[in-house]
């Protein structure tokens, strides 16, 4: 069973880590700490952080900030809880995910999210992003 909490202090070194196994270019440790209230985190019930999601509301939107599941946790549904965890059907939700990035495209299109642009060399290695937004009631 894996409960979701804000993260603490104490989670961001496991986040980090679990950033680093899972991006090509990870975010470095300070982005956490800066934006500590924006993530939370998806525990597992011996306390270890199977996987993290960070939202930030602007204006009417939700943006989708990052989210990663830690290697050892995947296929487990970790990823399910933590989307439907911040989803709901009042608010527009925003993300980008990588062109190349095939299953994290099929996971936010099963939660009603479609690609609506995609951003030209949006990520540091030059590859594309597709902007995909979820619009309550689609």
Known sequence: MITISPMKDKDIAAVVEI????FKFPKPESIFREDEHKYLVGKDEAGRIAGYIGV????????????AVHPD?????VGKRLMQHVLNDEEVFFLEVRVSNETAKNIYQKYGFKVINTRKAYY??????YVMRRIPGE
């Open 19 to 22: 950033e680093k196994l899972c």
């Open 56 to 67: 930030e509301k602007i204006l009417d939107e939700v943006h989708i900030i990052n989210m």
């Open 73 to 77: 946790f995947r296929g487990q549904g």
């Open 124 to 129: 540091p290695d030059g590859e594309d992003a």
